[in-house]
């Protein structure tokens, strides 16, 4: 069984975390670490609908931790919705369809400090916990994942759950 496994083809992730707000490494020195992981065990673990994407031989991710200004602006160009919100997705890689071109950048997640920042206290958790949790929650969108439908909604909290769990954090569902 090991032999087999280390067999199967797995493309590369290669998150690269971008702090453009500073309030983010003030408050959790290490943040680019803990996207990093949470980024990684998102992408194995969420891969299931798009398998072709392990045959690639790198994926880019782009972790952007901003603030509210940004994702206020980003919220209100691509989604209609004029207000910061806490995470937000833009998948380059994929369509309805699946993989459709073999450039390696799947997407890029946008997390705001201050929404993330105030749902965390909000929730009594940490802000490295609940960061964790957008990140996996971003980068389950870039691979297809999505909270639509109640069936969806069921499957990708299930999922989220499950990797935070691996991850050492309690399941934000389950709380």
């Given at each position: ?35 990093e ?47 910061p ?7 380059y ?7 459709q ?25 940490t ?28 499957e ?6 499950d ?13």
């Open positions: 069984m090991a032999a087999a496994r280390s067999k199967r083809k797995k493309a590369q992730l290669e998150p690269t975390v971008s702090l453009s707000a500073s309030e983010w490494e003030e408050e959790e020195p290490e943040i680019a670490k803990i996207a992981k949470a980024a990684h065990a998102a992408y194995d673990a969420g891969c299931t609908k798009f398998p072709a994407l392990r045959e690639l031989p790198r994926v880019e991710i782009g972790l952007v931790f901003s603030d509210d200004h940004c994702l206020e602006n980003l919220n209100r160009d691509y989604r209609g919705k004029p207000r919100t806490n995470v937000l997705s833009f998948p890689l994929l369509a309805e369809d699946g993989v071109s073999t450039d390696t950048v799947l997407g890029d997640v946008f997390l705001s400090f201050e929404t993330v920042k105030r749902e965390a206290d909000e929730k009594n958790i802000l490295a916990a609940h960061a964790a949790h957008m990140v996996v929650h971003g980068v389950l969108h870039l691979l297809g994942h999505d909270h639509l439908e109640e069936d969806e909604a069921i990708m909290e299930k999922l989220e759950g990797i935070l769990q691996e991850l050492g954090y309690d399941n934000p569902y389950k709380m």
